[in-house]
């Protein structure tokens, strides 16, 4: 069975500290996402990867940085951490297709992240 | 960039009933729609999707049309069950080769009544 593992389930860190979100996927997909999940917004794109050491910002990019060395690991840091970042971190992966593919994403279980 | 619209945000149904669930889109370049359930401590999962050349796709009781003219999208589910109790979201994506985002509606809680 396919998966997407984030290293910590819940996570509690404080002020300015600077954190690392690790994301492993075991399926060699291409692509990799970092979302962020809140009450009453729903899921929101912060980074993604199509490619080892390639990222791309997505809609909410402010306040975080990613980290792809490695085809199977995707890292969010936050470089000082602030309590507005307190969230639910979602890792996902999908597969590049040909044009006439679509493709569907894999999600991990999330990291609760507490910024206190 | 792609704006999703998700309503309702909380939808209650008794077991055995209907429950629908819709979304709009606006960027008409988009065509990949799919619909996550999440369930309470668990990631997002994928439990049916839709291209745009394609308006109505079944999988047993659950079902997704689409209007590509109106753009909006609906899911289905008949004969609820308990375990369809979970947050659902719907997606969009313009699948035009390289990788993008899904862009997700804020999700529904469906709640199903005993």
């Known amino acids: 069975d396919v998966k997407v593992t984030q290293s910590s389930r819940y996570l509690v860190k404080r002020t300015g500290e600077k954190v690392f979100l690790e994301c492993v996927q075991d399926?060699?997909?291409?692509?990799m996402f970092w979302y962020r999940q809140d009450p009453g917004l729903g899921l929101r794109l912060i980074y993604f990867s199509y490619d080892v050491k390639m990222k791309e910002k997505g809609d909410i990019p402010e306040g975080y940085s990613v980290s792809r060395e490695k085809k199977e690991r995707f890292s969010l840091i936050l470089e000082s951490a602030s309590t507005n970042q307190t969230s639910m971190y979602l890792c996902?992966?999908?597969?590049?297709?040909?044009?006439?593919?679509?493709?569907?994403?894999?999600f991990g279980s999330g990291t609760r992240l507490t910024v206190v | 960039g792609e704006n999703v619209e998700q309503h309702p945000s909380t939808l209650s149904v008794q077991e055995g009933d209907s429950a629908v669930i819709k979304c709009t889109y606006s960027?008409?370049?988009?065509?990949?729609f799919p619909w996550y359930k999440q369930e309470l401590g668990k990631g997002p999962q994928l439990i049916i999707d839709?291209?745009?050349?394609?308006g109505e796709k079944k999988d047993q009781r659950i079902a997704v049309t689409l209007n590509k003219t109106a753009k909006h999208f609906s899911l289905h589910i008949t004969e609820t069950q308990p375990e369809d109790s979970a947050v659902y979201f719907c997606a969009a994506l313009y699948s035009g080769g390289g990788a993008d985002g899904l862009t997700f509606g804020k999700g529904t809680h469906l709640i199903i009544q005993p």
């Open positions: 839709i291209r745009s050349n394609v």
């Open positions: 399926m060699d997909h291409e692509n």
């Open positions: 996902a992966s999908s597969l590049s297709p040909p044009m006439t593919t679509f493709r569907s994403y894999t």
């Open positions: 960027d008409s370049a988009s065509n990949y």
